[in-house]
């Protein structure tokens, strides 16, 4: 003798199809999920730091902050060393996207630089520790060591006119006349 099925059984060819459309679902999601080549970031945040490090660190005759690999530096420090700023830099980059939206209408990686300028300038006053945290990270990674991901081609050091420090174990050096031995 059949029993009668309750309505939340589910019968095996309805069990198939709904497997199916939440497979496609699930396709369909992952294939327009934004691939980063970012450590920590999306391409959203990267874009919108870009944009905050180049207002403290702009193009002149020397590379800008982003030019000088500034970003790829935070990015490896904020997975690593500096991991207890992450959710600062999340909720940071997002206020000022909110910033650009509310004084110039658009985020801030499409506004102009007088536009940054201003939004950049408003952050230094309404979020201070956000700005300074940006600011030294920024400062970090043009002025500091190319190993750690920053000061591509050491541009900053070139730009203050010192010669890059020998690294300890690749070269001799004679530190009484300043040259190789």
Same mark, same amino acid.
């Given at each position: 003798?059949?029993?009668?099925?309750?309505s939340t059984a589910f019968s095996r060819r309805t069990f198939i199809k709904m497997s199916a459309i939440a497979g496609a679902a699930l396709a369909s999601g992952c294939a327009t999920h934004q691939r980063s080549n970012w450590e920590f970031f999306t391409e959203d945040e990267a874009a919108t730091l870009t944009a905050i490090c180049d207002q403290i660190i702009p193009a002149d005759d020397f590379p800008s902050a982003s030019q000088a690999g500034v970003l790829n530096y935070i990015d490896k420090q904020i997975t690593r060393h500096?991991?207890?700023?992450?959710? $600062?830099?999340?909720?940071?980059l997002g206020r000022a996207n909110q910033v650009s939206q509310q004084?110039?209408?658009?985020?801030? $990686?499409? $506004?102009?630089?007088?536009?940054?300028?201003h939004v950049v300038a408003s952050l230094e006053n309404s979020d201070k520790p956000f700005f300074e945290l940006v600011r030294s990270h920024t400062f970090e990674g043009y002025y500091g060591s190319p190993r750690h991901g920053g000061n591509r081609n050491a541009v900053s050091w070139r730009m203050l006119g010192l010669d890059e420090p020998?690294?300890?174990?690749?070269?001799?050096?004679?530190?009484?006349?300043?040259?190789?031995s």
């Open positions: 003798m059949r029993t009668k099925q309750t500096y991991r207890r700023h992450q959710r $600062a830099y999340r909720k940071g004084q110039c209408g658009k985020i801030l $990686a499409v $506004a102009t630089p007088a536009e940054q300028f020998p690294i300890r174990g690749r070269s001799l050096y004679d530190l009484k006349k300043g040259t190789p």
